[in-house]
């Protein structure tokens, strides 16, 4: 069993930058799992942000936050992050991590753990 804790969201201004925080623990992860960042906004389905591989560090992410947000992870720590930078309003939502992905997937159905979810909102 693995158990996913958030920290780091808030109110910020378009242009800002924020860094979430997801850590987990309960479990050893292998080089099979990826770790990877949802979110979800008011009335609309939840979309694919980022992922990456817990083991090896590879990583991918949606087209929309390309060249802004950044995916990593400390593996010691069994923490991963999501750096935000150039927030626009259109990046308001719940923000989740989420774990034991397969490898490459962009759909939060084929993960098995989920944090708590926190709320990011940048205002214009």
Request: net charge neutral.
């Amino acid at each position: 069993q693995v158990q996913l804790v958030e920290s780091g969201g808030g109110l910020v201004q378009a242009g800002d930058s924020l860094r979430l925080s997801c850590a987990a623990s309960g479990r050893t992860f292998s080089r099979y799992t990826t770790m990877g960042w949802f979110r979800q906004a008011p009335g609309k389905e939840r979309e694919f942000v980022a992922a990456i591989s817990w083991s090896g560090g590879s990583t991918y992410s949606d087209d929309s936050v390309k060249g802004r947000f950044t995916i990593s992870r400390d593996y010691a720590k069994n923490t991963v992050y999501l750096q935000m930078n150039s927030l626009k309003p259109e990046d308001t939502a719940v923000y989740y991590c989420a774990a034991n992905g397969p490898v490459g997937s962009r759909a939060n159905y084929e993960y098995d753990y989920w944090g708590q979810g926190m709320q990011v909102t940048v205002s214009a």
